[in-house]
């Protein structure tokens, strides 16, 4: 076994032992300011990031940096109160690492979530958007010698967010009067914000939500052969005409996350339960 395999080993069986040898259905990566879907699971074991072999602390706003695993609409999951970036200074590896250790832990499908820009026009904050593909402009987790006990050496990505889930999520959305977007996620490094210049390419190269994160897992998990459903958040306008005054305030897009957080909650609550 490599040096990388006994480290994720190491990480999944500390994890196994936390939660007596249970295995998680469902992993969920919850986002800025979204963390607050793991406050409804129950007989939740809560294990600290700095506890666990292998990894990371996040440091991003709206990140509590705990793993909880328990019970959520009737499955078994394991939800990252915070996720890791690029932009934090840890590699590609490291910010993807959870991943892989929910693989080995048993996880089927991977739930991931992220506070985003809308680029489109048509977009207004707290708008919920599937996503249906994205771009990436980040560096490829996947860079390096191939682990073939994830997977293989070129994993397909024609459909990185499956089409099914998509469906599921348009049609419990509309039992509940909840109105849905789809839109593609572009994915860039950070930390700042992009420039108008930017928000306008993003928008003309077909990108209706930009962020920092989300792209790195998705790829290692389908590469490892999970089935995965993204949503954004649109916390601020990504526009390319905004007045002379304006500025994006990161503390504020937490606090957009945070009012929208009830209703991504909801909506992957029932799609759990359904799967």
């Known amino acids: 076994m490599t040096q990388k395999m006994n480290a994720y080993t190491a990480a999944a069986q500390y994890i196994k032992d936390c939660i007596k040898g249970q295995s998680p259905y469902v992993g969920i990566v919850l986002g800025s300011g979204l963390g607050a879907l793991a406050d409804h699971i129950q007989n939740p074991v809560t294990i600290p990031y700095k506890d666990i072999p292998g990894f990371p602390e996040s440091t991003a706003v709206g990140h509590k940096g705990n793993l909880i695993f328990g019970d959520l609409a009737g499955k078994k999951v394991l939800a990252m109160q915070g996720r890791f970036h690029y932009y934090e200074g840890y590699t590609m590896e490291q910010v993807t690492f959870p991943v892989r250790v929910m693989k ?92 108008p210049a930017e928000y306008k390419f993003f928008r003309k190269i077909g990108s209706d939500v930009v962020g920092m994160s989300t792209i790195p897992e998705i790829i290692v998990a389908r590469h490892c052969g999970l089935t995965c459903f993204g949503m954004s958040v649109v916390t601020d306008l990504a526009h390319d005409d905004m007045p002379e005054d304006y500025h994006t305030d990161g503390e504020e897009i937490v606090k957009a996350a945070d009012q929208a957080a009830c209703k991504m909650t909801a909506l992957f609550e029932k799609m759990i339960e359904r799967l």
């Open 104 to 195: 080995l832990l048993g996880i089927s499908y991977l739930f991931v979530s992220n506070a985003a820009g809308g680029l489109n026009l048509s977009y207004s904050i707290g708008d919920l958007v599937v996503l249906k593909d994205h771009i990436n402009l980040l560096p490829n987790p996947l860079i390096g010698p191939n682990l073939e006990e994830f997977g293989p050496r070129f994993p397909d990505m024609t459909r990185p967010y499956d089409s099914g889930l998509r469906k599921l999520a348009h049609e419990i959305a509309a039992e509940m009067g909840l109105k849905l977007q789809d839109g593609v996620y572009i994915g860039c490094t950070g930390p700042c914000y992009e420039t």
